[in-house]
């Protein structure tokens, strides 16, 4: 009698699926479980017998081999899942899957994803797992649900505190470097080791460190030409450049500050060293930390935000302060526990100060003529790029035309409407591309020795007088044009000044450079020691 009533129920649950598709969703979460024995193929296979022994049509398979977290019902293989059962409303469908914590790996999204097929009327079938709607059955669901999603954080947990460990002892243990290879080593482990992309890489971060490449554009060309980068153009990759620029990685370190990794050795052998690390961050101005511009600059207090305390080295501000009759302009230090504190100085005397700096400062003879080299050598080099760009992109024009003028050609001979509406719609689209290049041609027959001459007097007016720049400028190109001048943020104190006995930055650059190298030299190796100068 036992007997009888078991196979009613076993017949009873069949039959409840009765008029439905079956749908596979096997999930992995790593690569290495797809070869393993619970790997997506393994899945499928015993959720394909269990499809026969239900007698249920088997459908279709949607795999999910997505990582990481977030919302379960924005991954590729059940967006797709969901998206075929709503293109096909007059069915009726029985997803099953392997284990509940296949389904949905976190409480929350467990019972969205559950709402979403119930909406759809999609059963469910778990091969270690019984739904059930009972109150006790949610209640028991809960717990799983909240089981998966717990082992989830813990295994993250763990994953990130090896993750870190290996860092701390000076390993890589993220995806590959350009420019590495990620390779399996008996004492190490994986150990990133350089590759060719890496000699190259080589080349042009020193490059940009000793002038080589004057500009990060420079250093794109050479890398895309070397064939480093392949997709794009070079100006694509300049914040790519950048981001390597910055990475201590590839001069031998390690360091990850999310999760609080602070620099260190790396076991790993650096492409640059550190010198050359740090002369680019110097080119970058990664290393000048006080070059926030202020948001509530007045012409009334120009320097503002750009000076601070020599006594403890926090922001000077300034204010009106009323006197008996009027108000009168004052900087002063506003820190609590400086000795400055609130020790007023008059705007008239900082300012004027500040001028005197800058009048100051003169160019050694024949540095205009340095300057001018340089200018005069990215300058072509940037009009030959423009007219290379250009010609590559009337070169494609003209391709288009002759497309349009053989698809005019077909819509005319065409008897057929429909194909007349293709050809029209491809004409239509050879045109906006047309449309695209005539904008992004740079230039049309423009001539551009005028920007060329302007830009110049800019740069050595500048270097020959920065106090008649500085008084033809607006208190916000001020703030900017500070920073080019400065390297970074002037020290004053209320009794001895500003203090510092240096010219401007960008003054002595150039003055380095004439005192070190002699103008008579052949002039190949001047262009090569110009490049060093805009570092």
């Known amino acids: 009698m036992l007997k009888v009533k078991k196979n009613k129920i076993e017949n009873y649950n069949v039959n409840s699926y009765e008029g439905r598709e079956g749908l596979i969703y096997p999930r992995v979460s790593s690569d290495r479980q797809k070869s393993e024995g619970h790997g997506l193929e393994s899945q499928e296979e015993r959720c394909m017998a269990e499809l026969a022994r239900l007698n249920v ?47 949905a790996r976190d409480t929350e999204f ?54 870190k460990s290996r860092l701390e ?21 994986k150990i990133a080791i350089s590759n060719e992309e890496g000699e190259i890489l080589k080349q042009a971060l020193e490059g940009f460190a000793n002038g080589t490449f004057i500009r990060k554009i420079d250093a794109c060309r050479f890398l895309v030409e070397k064939g480093f980068w392949e997709k794009q153009s070079p100006e694509k990759y300049i914040d790519k450049l ?33 010198e050359t690390f740090e002369l680019n961050q110097k080119r970058l101005g990664k290393l000048d930390l006080g070059k926030r511009i202020r948001t509530d600059i007045t012409d009334e207090f120009p320097l503002r935000g750009l000076l601070v305390c020599a006594s ?27 000795e400055s504190y609130w020790k007023v100085i008059k705007k008239e005397t900082v ?30 080099e940037e009009v030959e790029n423009i007219q290379k760009l250009q010609d590559n992109l009337n070169s494609k024009k003209t391709v288009i035309e002759k497309k349009i003028s053989e698809l005019t050609n077909l819509v005319i001979s065409t008897k057929s409407e429909s194909l007349k509406r293709i050809y029209e719609a491809q004409i239509e689209a050879k045109g906006e591309e047309i449309e695209q290049i005539d904008s992004d041609i740079p230039i049309n027959n423009t001539d551009l020795k005028t920007p060329y001459r302007t830009a110049l007097d800019k740069a050595t007016g500048l270097l020959k007088s920065p106090y008649a720049i ?5 208190t916000k190109e001020q703030q900017n044009l ?14 001895d000044s500003y203090r510092t006995n240096k010219s401007p930055y960008a003054i002595r650059l150039f003055e380095e450079f004439v005192t070190t190298n002699s103008l008579d030299v052949e002039m190949t190796r001047i262009e090569l020691v110009c490049r060093r100068i805009m570092s």
């Not at 270690?128 to 954080?153: K, V, W």
């Not at 009106?320 to 400086?338: A, D, I, M, V």
């Open 110 to 163: 467990h019972f969205k994803l559950r709402t979403a097929f119930m909406s759809r009327d999609v059963s469910l079938k778990c091969l270690n797992y019984n739904f059930d709607d009972s109150p006790e059955g949610r209640f028991i669901e809960t717990i799983m649900a909240g089981q998966a999603e717990l082992e989830r954080h813990q295994n993250k947990r763990q994953v990130i505190q090896k993750m």
């Open 470 to 474: 500085w008084l033809s400028l607006d």
């Open 169 to 189: 002892l000076g390993y890589w243990t993220f995806g590959s470097k350009k420019g590495y290879t990620l390779t399996k080593n008996p004492e190490h482990g």
């Open 242 to 274: 950048a981001q390597i620029i910055k990475d201590p990685f590839y001069a031998g370190f390690i360091e990850y500050p999310a999760w609080e990794v602070s620099r260190r050795i790396g076991k790993h052998k650096g492409i640059i060293t550190l």
């Open 482 to 495: 500070f920073y080019f001048i400065f390297e970074k943020k002037l020290l004053y104190s209320k009794k």
């Open 351 to 380: 300012e004027s100060e500040f001028n005197e700096i800058l009048k100051k400062t003169t160019l050694k003879k024949d540095v205009s003529t340095i300057v001018q080299k340089i200018f005069d050598k990215v300058w072509i």
């Open 57 to 103: 049509p088997y459908s279709e398979t949607f795999p999910d081999s997505y990582t990481g977290g977030g919302d379960f019902m924005e991954r590729p293989a059940m967006k797709k899942m969901l998206s075929y059962i709503d293109a096909h409303p007059h069915k009726k469908y029985l997803v099953i899957f392997d284990d509940i914590k296949r389904f």
């Open 312 to 338: 403890c080295e926090n922001h000077l501000t300034a204010t009106w302060c009323s006197g008996r009759s009027k108000k009168h302009p004052y900087y002063f230090c506003q820190n609590k526990n400086c």
